[in-house]
């Protein structure tokens, strides 16, 4: 015959595991939640950087053609540079590595509509109406402090404020790409 002890587990003794095994997992757990916000913010402060990066690269590029590009309607020779506004913003994006169609009213569908010019970031695509009120018909990259640049038909790559002169109330919608 087998004998088999059984174990008389002592109630108090089982509620103590029992509690340190709950205190032990929240702690555990408040860590871990702790490490993915830590994580989660240098993410985003990482993605921020990228992105500011992105953005300063975008601008360095676009002002590396003043005086470099011709203008011409309908145009996109890169070899040549003579290109029209939209052909400009696709080559200057191109080189950051961001495909973007030809023409400023394909270009106007990308990315997220930004309609106040206060909401703009530094590499946005920004749009405007020079001859029809509201048809988009001219396109350029928002570089900071209210200015763009672009290639014009007057005077090929510029920067322009937006806030003031022919600009200030053409301006139709940016688009965070």
């Given at each position: 015959?087998?004998?088999?002890?059984?174990?008389?587990?002592?109630?108090?003794?089982?509620?103590?595991?029992?509690?340190?095994?709950?205190?032990?997992?929240?702690?555990?757990?408040?860590q871990?939640?702790?490490?993915?916000?830590?994580?989660?913010?240098?993410?985003?402060?990482?993605?921020?950087?990228?992105?500011?990066?992105?953005?300063?690269?975008?601008?360095?590029?676009?002002?590396?053609?003043?005086?470099?590009?011709?203008y011409?309607?309908?145009?996109?020779?890169?070899?040549?540079?003579?290109?029209?506004?939209?052909?400009?913003?696709?080559?200057?994006?191109?080189?950051?590595?961001i495909?973007?169609?030809?023409?400023?009213?394909?270009?106007?569908?990308?990315?997220?509509?930004?309609?106040?010019?206060?909401?703009?970031?530094?590499?946005?695509?920004?749009?405007?109406?020079?001859?029809?009120?509201?048809?988009?018909?001219?396109?350029?990259i928002?570089?900071?402090?209210?200015?763009?640049?672009?290639?014009?038909?007057?005077?090929?790559?510029?920067?322009?404020?937006?806030?003031?002169?022919?600009?200030?109330?053409?301006?139709?919608?940016?688009?965070?790409?």
């Amino acid at each position: 015959m087998i004998f088999v002890k059984k174990n008389r587990l002592n109630p108090s003794v089982v509620g103590l595991s029992l509690s340190l095994l709950i205190a032990g997992t929240a702690l555990l757990s408040s860590q871990a939640a702790s490490a993915a916000t830590t994580t989660t913010n240098g993410a985003v402060a990482a993605a921020t950087a990228m992105s500011t990066s992105r953005a300063d690269s975008i601008v360095r590029t676009a002002k590396s053609y003043i005086g470099d590009v011709t203008y011409r309607y309908g145009t996109r020779n890169t070899s040549r540079l003579i290109l029209d506004c939209s052909a400009y913003t696709q080559l200057v994006f191109s080189k950051n590595g961001i495909k973007l169609p030809w023409g400023s009213q394909a270009q106007a569908k990308l990315g997220t509509r930004v309609s106040k010019k206060t909401s703009l970031s530094k590499g946005d695509l920004v749009m405007f109406s020079t001859s029809t009120p509201g048809r988009i018909n001219h396109v350029g990259i928002y570089i900071g402090n209210g200015q763009f640049i672009s290639n014009t038909t007057s005077s090929g790559v510029v920067i322009r404020s937006m806030t003031s002169g022919y600009w200030k109330d053409r301006f139709i919608m940016g688009r965070h790409v």
